[in-house]
Antibody, heavy 121, light 108 residues
Framework: EVQLLESGGGLVQPGGSLRLSCEASGFTFSNYAMNWVRQAPGKGLEWVSVTYIGGRTTHYADSVKGRFTISRDNSKSTLYLQMDSLRADDTAVYYC??????????????WGQGTLVTVSS | DIQMTQSPSTLSASVGDRVTITCRASQSISGWLAWYQQKPGKAPKLLISAASTLESGVPSRFSGSGSGSATEFTLTISSLQPDDVASYYCQHYSSYPPTFGGGTKVEI
């Protein structure tokens, strides 16, 4: 069974940093692109970032570019999101999501349960 | 960036009703559209890919339409069931960023 388990969320002050992790199981992690998608409380879904199979190709939403860094460790089947210079509007549930493919943009066929990040003083 | 506009934002219908949700793209997305269902407090679930391909295990009462050069896409629930109470989101994946629509909350 494909499973994604996020961790690392919590309360952080504005300007602070946090690193999210997403541990994958049930599939060959290194063969698939992986994404982060977030959802602010009571709001819709917002795509955040993607990393492709080798980890060298990444893309970011303009809202997080320069502040967030996506990475992956294929040997540990784990996806990361390093979040720096956090702002109040980064408060959201962060989901990791697996793409159907590994090389080009594709839909998201498996999602984790999410981890809540709250940015507040 | 391609903008995705969903309508309506909220929909109330009765059990057994046919329900249609519309998603409009600000430019052609060549049919690269997915529909997700999100139940309260849960993660989204992929229902339909490539505008009209039903994912494995998804009930056949769900269907999607729109393709090719179309910019308007629909998700239809042919006979609404209590288990379908959820929010539904479209997402294009034709270019970066792969934006989501604003969502449609379906109530009974």
């Amino acid at each position: 069974e494909v499973q994604l388990l996020e961790s690392g969320g919590g309360l952080v002050q504005p300007g602070g940093s946090l690193r999210l992790s997403c541990e994958a199981s049930g599939f060959t992690f290194s063969n698939y692109a992986m994404n982060w998608v977030r959802q602010a409380p009571g709001k819709g879904l917002e795509w955040v970032s993607v990393t492709y199979i080798g980890g060298r190709t990444t893309h970011y939403a303009d809202s997080v570019k320069g502040r967030f860094t996506i990475s992956r460790d294929n040997s540990k089947s784990t996806l990361y999101l390093q979040m720096d210079s956090l702002r109040a509007d980064d408060t959201a549930v962060y989901y990791c999501a697996k793409e159907k493919g590994g090389y080009t943009l594709d839909d998201l066929d498996c999602w984790g349960q999410g981890t809540l990040v709250t940015v507040s003083s | 960036d391609i903008q995705m506009t969903q309508s309506p934002s909220t929909l109330s219908a009765s059990v057994g009703d046919r329900v249609t949700i519309t998603c409009r793209a600000s430019q052609s997305i060549s049919g690269w559209l997915a529909w997700y269902q999100q139940k309260p407090g849960k993660a989204p679930k992929l229902l339909i890919s490539a505008a009209s391909t039903l994912e494995s295990g998804v009930p056949s009462r769900f269907s999607g339409s729109g393709s090719g050069s179309a910019t308007e896409f629909t998700l239809t629930i042919s006979s609404l069931q209590p288990d379908d109470v959820a929010s539904y989101y479209c997402q294009h994946y034709s270019s970066y960023p792969p934006t989501f629509g604003g969502g449609t909350k379906v109530e009974i």
